[in-house]
């Protein structure tokens, strides 16, 4: 029997037992069905810890050795099935897809954290090229002020390739009630900035964003330099400008270095020369159509364990890939919200299947956004 016979008769025997699986999975879900029922009826919780443990160590003690963690894997994804199915069809959906809004016509404006020369600036104007721009002091300013209509769009920075996450802007996503409508990774090319005639020994204080410390750590390192934080790059840049002082300098970009009137005494100092940040746009409504592929939701789990793999499990069931998956701390300060960016557009049925299984195994589960790259 040559190679290509004995794969073809594998293969056979494996779709015969696929076939089995298949059987018994429609007879273990009609079975699921009912236990739902008899739970609703009787006022009882849908999650049965106890019984979940139960079944799973029951399918390890049945497999042969080798199988054994396989074996509680796939008992703990028909459990998840199961629960999501009772939750299903005992209440239906708790998931809200919102609906699309209209793209504003006519002039729009858009609003950034930081003053001009800020990265904020140059990603609003990479993103929105014709708009008006609007400055604002603060993160969550940006987010008033569009929610409010001063703006039909916002362009804040949400995560850095090197120093991660901005969890600011991640709670403002959940507690101001936007949408995220687009995104895009702007290069960050820090440089030291100062007033003409400055030279780099005579330096002795740095103005910066945190971020940009945290981007220039080794250019920093044993130099005895006292450093100031300040709400932005751009922002850093001004003050160093305004002050007139040959003995600071600011991190920040050429453009900032334009704008304030400041020479570049070391470009490009970053740790990481593919340093980037991701930077998104947000509105009021979201904004999406068939040709978006990114979808972000937030959502929180019951407090005990394997809960948040359940979730995940949902969309690895259904084909979705997970691209990031960030947890901040809630305000009770002992539980985590989850935030995740997915490979999925939501007028997908797969997708719409995938996000009501995830939701019915959550606490609380909201779309943030359909948009594209």
Request: aromatic fraction near 8%.
């Amino acid at each position: 029997m040559d190679v290509k016979e004995n794969l073809s008769n594998l293969r056979r025997e494996i779709d015969q037992t696929d076939a089995e699986l298949i059987r018994l999975f429609d007879k273990r879900m009609k079975l699921v069905d009912n236990v739902g029922q008899i739970k609703t009826k009787g006022n009882l919780s849908i999650t049965d810890e106890s019984r979940e443990e139960q079944v799973v160590l029951q399918a390890m003690a049945l497999s042969e050795l080798e199988n054994k963690s396989d074996a509680a894997t796939f008992v703990r994804a028909l459990i998840a099935i199961s629960k999501s199915r009772q939750v299903q069809t005992l209440m239906g959906s708790s998931i809200d897809f919102p609906p699309s809004g209209k793209k504003p016509a006519g002039a729009i404006t858009a609003a950034y954290q930081g003053v001009p020369g800020a990265w904020g600036e140059h990603s609003a104007h990479t993103m929105f090229p014709e708009a008006e721009l609007r400055q604002c002091e603060y993160f969550e300013e940006v987010f008033t002020d569009v929610k409010n209509g001063g703006a039909q769009f916002g362009v804040l920075p949400i995560e850095n390739y090197q120093t991660g996450a901005i969890g600011e802007v991640y709670d403002l996503l959940r507690t101001r009630s936007c949408y995220i409508t687009g995104q895009i990774w702007i290069p960050i090319k820090q440089c030291l900035l100062a007033p003409k005639g400055a030279e780099l020994s005579g330096i002795r204080e740095i103005y910066s964003h945190p971020e940009g410390f945290g981007q220039c750590r080794r250019f920093l390192k044993n130099r005895n330099w006292e450093l100031v934080t300040c709400r932005n790059t751009a922002y850093a840049a001004k003050m160093v400008s305004e002050s007139g002082s040959t003995r600071n300098a600011a991190i920040g970009s050429r453009r900032a270095a334009e704008v304030w009137g400041l020479d570049v005494l070391a470009p490009d100092i970053m740790d990481n020369h593919q340093n980037k940040t991701r930077f998104i746009a947000i509105a009021a409504e979201p904004l999406y159509d068939e040709t978006c592929g990114c979808t972000s939701v937030t959502f929180s789990t019951p407090h005990r364990s394997g809960a948040l793999c359940a979730v995940l499990q949902s969309f690895m069931l259904y084909g979705i890939n997970l691209t990031r998956i960030e947890s901040r701390p809630t305000l009770s300060g002992n539980r985590y919200r989850f935030f995740a960016d997915l490979q999925a557009n939501i007028l997908s049925e797969n997708t719409k299947e995938a996000l009501s299984q995830a939701s019915a195994l959550c606490e609380y589960f909201e779309i943030l956004g359909c948009y594209r790259e």
